[in-house]
């Protein structure tokens, strides 16, 4: 590229960079009206012109709250509340965290101002404020703070795709074992949805529901080691054919495990290898599934399987997926019957509380009947 083209992008990036830092909102808070005065009048001979003038450090925190500053420069000395208090209180709020605070002094012993850069201060300016380092230094917090703003943002923009990626594959996961016996795989769509108003029908907040939905999502994977002529048998299972089912909630949870050391070196064909690159399970979403997938068959009387978990005993997700699970399958077409009324479905739900259930997830599934059934009517399988 010509260099007059190179400096023709670096003029207008820094002109753009100029006008971005020139409308940025600066906030002014000194108990000395001439102070304000004269800072607000240095930064406007350099084109700012969004500002927000504080006098009384009483309101000083309300106006930060209610519309936040892009840069904050903060006088010290100030009575009733400091210029500590104040930069203590912006630095403890994660949204203002980032904000750039420079600090308007007229004299500053050296503990305060370890202090006030323990809390947080990002720069210091002297009193009577010298326009020649005012000028660079806000402009400088500004461009510091946009660039840390652009960098979050693209951060926010990954985590979120990858987030999009992570459950597209765990749903992907669940239809695979969902395909087996079931021609639409939204069965494990609508499991996953009822656990979710389950969960915040019980008090989970919107993170944790979010990920018991997706987790449920994986409750029948271990179908993928069930041989087609049980799974895709028409009529009652006889006790052996019963019996192999049953091991489908034991597959499930290996599936969504880790393997350990001696299955990954079999694996890659390499004992040392697979035990240097071997770790733990970490996916919160995975973990939550292994249990769910291992516990959404024991009931709330002890009669369930694998384990013959009881009670409280059965971790509370694994509890509100076997409701979920069941509710699907009583209202759904399957080979074997036909989809039962929701009025059934609920008289057979009730049939089991405090021996199939428990009846704290019952209760939760009463009071979501309305999103329960939007639910069914979103999700409705193809006929």
Known sequence: MPYSALLSRESTSQAESNTATQNARVMIIDDEPINVTVVRKFLQRSGYRNFDEITDSTQALGHIYTNPPDVLLLDLMM??????????AVRADPTLDRVPVLILTASCDAETKIEALNLGATDFLSKPVDPTELIPRVRNA????????????????????LERSRREVIHCLARAAEFRDNETGRHVIRVGKYAGILARQMGFNERDAQQLEVAATLHDIGKIGIPDAILLKPGKLDPEEFELMQKHAAYGRKIVSAMDATEYASFVGHAELGSTLLGECTSPVLQLASRISLTHHERWDGSGYPLGLAGTDIPLEGRITAVADVFDALSSRRPYKAAFPFAKCVEILEEGRGKHFDPDVLNAFQAEREAIIRVQIDYADDE
Not at 79 to 88: A, H, N, R
């Open 142 to 161: 500004l461009l510091v703070k946009g660039r840390e703003d652009a960098l979050e943002d693209l951060v926010a923009k990954r985590t979120a795709e």
């Open 79 to 88: 009575p009733v509340v400091s210029g500590l208090d104040i930069l203590e």
